[in-house]
């Protein structure tokens, strides 16, 4: 018997990267997986992965910008497998227009920072709406925010800071208000992690250095003196998603290296 047996999970932004790493956990531990992504071509890698493990899976090709798209996900899910118990938004990131200038205070561009707050706080809304209910009813839910090393600092975007941490708030916000409806809302936190968005190649250019050079910089940011892989991640998000769980809720955990601690 796996700790996930007879659940099914929701993981956006599962093409690659943390999302990736954390649906093929959870499908490890039993639980059924719906993963969605802008691309399909990675969708159709991770599904080959996690029914590998002897979980099913289901890709959800979706635009998370697209409020229908957002929704169809959960909707999807909850056609196939009936349900949907456990929700992991890890969609987020950062995107320019002109360049570094689109994020300068002075001469930040509106429609990037629009964009970018419904990237990484709205999205994570609307898919958790369009969950809550079947999860009420059910008396179960498992909520996972994934936040950012920036949720509770300085050092980020003027907006990717803004929403980050205003994922906390709505994180709490969340918790109080769903749980005694047996549904738990965490945020899981991650530092500087070996994924595309760090976007290594462009801070090596930022820094004069080449791409070592760029990582070596980074990891100084942590206690462990590294950058973490995606898979660090993948244990405590499926602990949050167990059924276990239920005495952890309103949370904000960082499995970060020690980030700037």
Request: charge should be negative.
């Amino acid at each position: 018997m796996k700790r996930l047996d007879g659940l099914s999970a929701v993981v956006t932004g599962g093409g690659r990267g943390i999302g990736r790493a954390i649906a093929l956990d959870l499908a490890r531990e039993g639980a059924n997986i719906t993963i969605s992504s802008r691309t399909g071509s990675q969708l159709d890698e991770v599904v080959g992965e996690i029914e590998a493990t002897g979980s099913t899976a289901l890709a959800v090709e979706a635009n998370a910008l697209m409020k229908d798209e957002a929704i169809s996900v959960v909707s999807s899910a909850t056609t196939t497998f009936g349900k949907v118990d456990i929700l992991v938004n890890n969609v987020g990131g950062g995107t320019s227009q002109r360049g570094p200038e689109d994020h300068d205070p002075y001469t930040h561009d509106d429609d990037v920072f629009v964009n970018d707050l419904m990237l990484n706080l709205v999205t994570h809304y609307w898919t958790t709406k369009a969950a809550l209910p079947g999860m009420r009813d059910r008396s179960f839910g498992r909520i996972i925010n994934i936040g950012s090393g920036y949720a509770k600092r300085s050092g980020g975007t003027l907006v990717y800071s803004a929403a980050k941490h205003g994922l906390i708030g709505y994180t709490r916000a969340l918790a109080a208000q769903v749980a005694l409806h047996g549904i738990t809302v965490n945020c899981l936190c991650p530092g500087w992690t070996n994924t595309q968005l760090i976007g290594i190649e462009r801070r090596a250019e930022r820094f004069d250095t080449d791409v070592s050079g760029a990582k070596a910089l980074l990891a100084e940011d942590n206690l462990l003196d590294r950058i973490l892989e995606p898979e660090e991640l993948g244990p405590m998000a499926v602990l949050l998603a167990a059924p276990e769980s239920a005495g952890i809720t309103g949370q904000v955990i960082s499995v970060d290296g020690g980030f700037k601690v």
